[in-house]
Structure formats: structure tokens, C-alpha cells
């Protein structure tokens, strides 16, 4: 199997099934507070919400499909990161073709 394109994908950059099932919203936390998605107020008021206090990327979306409101383009195709270089920390652990990355594509039936 060869290794999956981030550029024609986007899966892990939606909530996961098992969360929306369970209507959590906690999907990517920023834990850095140096991060330009907190400090700079465009960023934060279009990228950001806060659950319980603390900031999460927020999803657009209250169906099965939500996703990273900072997700451009159309999942499976062609999708790019507006914030690309200030994506936290738990973006850039995953890794094409890794546990995480296949779980979410199959979810996305990109299996
Ligand atoms: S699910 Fe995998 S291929 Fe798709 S965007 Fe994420 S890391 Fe890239
Ligand atoms: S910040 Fe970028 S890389 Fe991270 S989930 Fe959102 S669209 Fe994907």
C-alpha cells in the first residue's frame, strides 16, 4: 500500500466517529499558550473555542462530518490548512500512513 497524500485527504482533520457519536467537541486541544492561534485575536476568534476553560480548534459541523474549522477544500480530494504553520501540537503527531491517519481515512471511507 503506498503512503496517503495529506493534500488529497483531510480525514484526520475531522472529528473522530467514536466523539461524534458521543458528542464530544474536545477534538484538538492547543496546550501551548506562546501558540498565534491564542495570541493573535483573528486567529483565535475564527479557529478557537473554549470547553471547560480551555481552547480547542473548532469544528464546523453539527452532523456526522465535523470539521477543523481551519480545513479548506473537500475532504478526499484536495483540502489545505489555513493555519498550517501555528497547527498545535496533536497535528503535527500524525503521521501519513500511521495508526491515527488510517483509522481516520477508513472512517472517511478512504480506507
Ligand atoms: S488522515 Fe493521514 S493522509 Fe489524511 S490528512 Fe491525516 S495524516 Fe494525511
Ligand atoms: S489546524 Fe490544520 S492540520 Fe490541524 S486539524 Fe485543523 S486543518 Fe487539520
Do not use: W
Not at 485575536?41 to 471547560?52: C, K, P, Q, S
Amino acid at each position: 500500500m503506498s503512503t496517503p497524500l495529506c493534500q488529497g485527504c483531510g480525514a484526520c482533520c475531522c472529528n473522530a466517529a467514536e466523539n461524534v457519536a458521543a458528542g464530544v467537541r474536545t477534538y484538538v486541544e492547543i496546550d501551548d499558550p506562546r501558540s498565534r492561534l491564542l495570541t493573535r485575536a483573528d486567529l483565535r476568534n475564527r479557529y478557537v473555542t473554549e470547553i471547560d476553560g480551555a481552547p480547542y480548534l473548532r469544528l464546523d459541523g453539527a452532523g456526522e462530518v465535523q470539521r477543523c474549522a481551519a480545513l479548506r477544500g473537500k475532504l478526499g480530494f484536495s483540502v489545505s490548512c489555513v493555519v498550517y504553520t501555528h497547527r498545535p501540537a496533536p497535528c503535527r503527531r500524525v503521521e501519513p500512513g500511521d495508526r491515527e491517519c488510517l483509522r481516520a481515512r477508513a472512517e472517511r471511507g478512504l480506507g
